[in-house]
Each structure stands twice: as C-alpha cells, then as structure tokens.
C-alpha cells in the first residue's frame, strides 16, 4: 500500500479527497498553521469554542488534524500534557452519541468496545442532569494535567433532532456541554463545529447564544499560499513535487468558489486515482505533465458537478423539497423564506457526501 515513509504510517494517500482530514492525518494538513495556532490560543482562555463558517470551508479537518493533532503532540502544555478526546457528531441520538464517545479508549474508556451496560450507565448518568457530564468524568478520575475534549463535530445536526419532537433530549445535551464548559471542578473542554447558516437558530438553546459570543471562531478562508501549500505539501511528504505550473493552473480554474477545498481535493485525488490506473501512484505527481492532464478540470462546472454528486443519481435528494434557490439548490417549503435547510441524505456514505442537499 502507498503509505507515507515519515512518521505515522497511517496516512495512505497524501490527499484525503472529499472527506475531512483525520488527527492522524496531520503530516499532510498544510495551509492552517496560523488557525491552528488561534485556536490553541483560544482553548487556553476558553473552555467553549465554536468552530463556525460556511459548508465545506475545512471545520471539521481544521479541528481534528490542526487543533487535537497539535494538543495531542503536546503544544498546549500549560493546560496540560495529556489530552483525552471524546470525538461524536449528534446525529438522531446525541445523548447516546456522546455516551459512546465518552466511553471510547481515546476518552475515558478502558476497553477497545464499550460493555453495554457500562454504555446504559453513562447514558443514565447523561439523563440524569446537566451535572451528569461533570459527575462522570469526576468518577473516572483523570490523571493530574489530564485533560478531556470533547468534539460535537456537524453540531448543527441537533437543529434538526430538535425540530423531530426532541425538544427535551436537544436541550439535554445543549445543557450538559454548557455546564461542563462552565464549571472548573474537573478539565473539560468542549469544541463544537457549525455551519454559519445555523447560528441564527442557536437562540433555541438557553445560554448557546452566550456562550458562542464568548468562544466564537470563524473559520477564514485560505489565502492563496496557503492552498499552495495544501497542494505541494502532502506530495512532498509522499516524496513528490507538484510543478508550481500545475499548482497556479488549479488555483486559477477553482477561482473563488465557495467549494474551494472539496473541489481541490476531488482533482487531486481524481489525478492520483488516474496515474494510479497508468502505473505506481508514488510516480505522481512527479510527472507534471501527465499530473496535469489527470488533474485537468475540464472547467469549473465540469469538476464541481462530479464532485458534489459523489453518492450516485438522486441519492441524496432532499426528502421534504419543494423549492429551489438561486443556485438550484432544493429549500424545503417550510424553510424556504429563511436560511436554506439540508436534510439527511438516504445514503449510506455519511461523513464524505459533499453534496450541496445534505448536512452529511
Ligand atoms: N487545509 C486543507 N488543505 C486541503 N484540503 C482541505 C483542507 N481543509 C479541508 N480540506 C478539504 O476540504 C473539504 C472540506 O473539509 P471539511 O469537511 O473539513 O470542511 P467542513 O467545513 O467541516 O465541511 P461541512 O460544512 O460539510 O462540515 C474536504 O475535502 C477536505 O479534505
Ligand atoms: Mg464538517
């Protein structure tokens, strides 16, 4: 298998394509440097941080191979050397979700698979009140200068949880971060990840609101070095070199679409993938010449299309549309005077769909 030579032998590929970067997979995470350090400076002062910006700007890679990659390689040593990272998106069962993450070898967790009936404890601890958080991590009895993070990765998942008839659970859980990130008995740290088009509706939660003023962080965009550096980077590690003709095409043909990354990454790894069918992918993209007809974006429209449609034909329409934007994106009925909704996708490919009708 193609790995990379240096360090964590995990890394497969220097592009990880439509889906976000893991913390595993910082070695070839270029670009951020400058956020990762802001964040960091952040948690220092801030046990809430709420990681906002639009669809596909790189939430979710920036937190897990910028932020807990560099936490967990000790560049927050003033909090404390040893960071243990619960890491959960809410989904249709955040109370459960969070339970599991909890309870994970990479959190508080002793086992590689939750006992049952350690998982119905946590659960019935969640239940119990916003305290129940606290009073779990209290029990586990962490380690002086250990610390817990826990991650709500696609946190705006919950607006619809809420808006299914779980009112009571939605506010459980909202209330049970709150508190924790509040409180200074034990060092939990929460990060939430957001799309902005979602902030409005953090008004629905008691003290949300408050505490996203507090520890907000827009993600900016990258500037056009720093995508230089995303795209050279991971191929140097692999032992590469993208020719700077090949970097300026693709930055020119992606221009300033909102879809910047997701688009870079369909391309590139679509370049490999095709190399990949010609010979040994490590050759790429050393070739510039035949990296850059792999690559080759057939023009804006052309690449965006294939890359938002990656779950098949109609296999992430939205289920209750009736409406479209400007753009042709589908706006539920109910919606349609607001922000634009998504709903989940009937697709079994959750958490690499970039398609433009789901959250997922
Ligand atoms: N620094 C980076 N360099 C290159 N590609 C990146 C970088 N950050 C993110 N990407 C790519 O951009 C795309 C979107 O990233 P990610 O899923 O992290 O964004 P997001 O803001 O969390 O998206 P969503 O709004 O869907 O949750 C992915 O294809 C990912 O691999
Ligand atoms: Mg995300």
Known sequence: MDMSTHGN????GPYPGLRPFRHDEAEIFFGREEQTDQLLEKLQRSHFIAVVGPSGCGKSSLVRAGMIAALEAGFLADAGARWRIADMRPGSQPLTRLAEALLAPSALG???????AEAAFALAMLRRG???LVEIVQEARLPPCENLLILVDQFEEIFRFREQ???DDADAFVALLLTSAAQRKVPIYIVITMRSDFLGECALFLGLPEAINDGQYLTPRLTRCQIEAAVAGPARVFGGEIEPALVNRLLNEIGPDPDQLPLLQHALMRGRTRAGQRGPKRDWPRDATAARNDVGLQGR???????VQPCGPGACRPQRASATDHKGRHVPADRAR??????PPPCARAGHCRCRECTY
């Open 110 to 116: 002793q086992a590689d698979a939750a006992d049952p």
């Open 130 to 132: 916003p305290l129940g």
């Open 9 to 12: 032998m995990q890394v497969v």
């Open 338 to 343: 607001g922000r634009q909704a998504r709903y």
């Open 301 to 307: 429209r052309g690449a965006l299309r294939s890359a």
């Open 165 to 167: 008839g779980n009112a």
